[in-house]
């Protein structure tokens, strides 16, 4: 391996839980109102399998259309810049986004000191970095966490849509990142908290996917592609006293050929 491509909220930064706070209130008030049109009884977005079965790690409008398609939603696409108290999939998607700024804004952006102590020592070992996130944010929340110096290139939601790249679970972001840094995909390993990333990661031929489990679903990593999956970055580094790291056993390997190096 000489390169490691790292998913941002989640991985690098505690943003994951307010992308998933912001989520949660919109598809509540768009939900609740829908019940009261409809007269159907109102069933809540659930935080825990709604999330990461269907929005984490997604660009913002896959989410958005992936949970409503599970409930039997459709709306229509709208554009990217629909105004966000339009019923589009862009409009609902853009509501979060308000949400998300505001509480950005609010709270600013923690780092997980794990993700700097790894990023620092693979710094020192020499090894290209890359942050690799659907966040069109990407570049706000690299700066307010202050880890622009510690990472050569992003490829984030912006850079997606310019290059027309698909969005995770589809390797397309992963592979640019790979490209950016000039290294082949099986010298790369690839860092991700969702079940999108990690299936991002096998699907590319990513020389490693490492699972970083922040909320309980090792197993779910495992079963979408993950080699192995820790609770934090420094497991990797405090071989001694760490939780070690769960790996794959044969029944979970996913299918899909795959050059293990
Ligand atoms: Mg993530």
């Known amino acids: 391996m000489t390169a490691c491509l790292f998913d941002l909220d989640g991985v690098l930064t505690q943003t994951a839980r307010v992308h998933n ?14 019940a009261a049109a409809t007269g159907e009884p109102f069933q809540p ?7 990461n079965r269907y929005v984490d790690g997604r660009p913002r409008a896959d989410g958005v259309r992936s949970f409503l398609a599970s409930r039997g939603i459709v709306l229509p696409e709208g554009s990217p810049d629909d105004p966000p108290d339009a019923d589009t999939v862009n409009g609902v998607g853009n509501r979060k986004n308000v949400l998300l700024l505001e509480q950005l804004r609010t709270a ?9 102590r790894y990023l620092k020592a693979a710094t020192a070992a020499g090894l290209r970095r890359a942050v690799v996130t659907a966040s069109a944010n990407g570049r706000e929340v690299v700066a307010a966490a202050g880890l622009e110096a510690l990472l050569e290139a992003r490829v984030d939601g912006l850079v997606a849509r310019e290059q027309k790249l698909r969005g995770k679970p589809q390797p397309d972001t992963f592979l640019a990142g790979a490209r950016i840094l000039g290294v082949d995909p099986a010298q790369a390993a690839v860092f991700e908290d969702a079940l999108s990333g990690v299936a991002a990661g096998r699907a590319g031929g990513f020389g490693y996917v490492i699972g970083v489990d922040r909320v309980g679903q090792a197993d779910e990593l495992l079963a979408h592609g993950a080699d192995v999956v820790v609770k934090d970055l420094a497991d990797l580094l405090d071989a001694g006293d760490a939780a070690p790291p769960v790996p794959r056993t044969p029944g979970q390997a996913p299918t899909g050929e795959r050059g293990l190096a």
């Open 21 to 34: 706070a912001a989520w949660t209130k919109t598809f509540d008030e768009f939900l609740r109102q829908r």
């Open 108 to 116: 600013g952006v923690e780092v997980y000191p794990g993700s700097v």
């Open 45 to 51: 977005f659930d935080p825990g399998p709604d999330y």
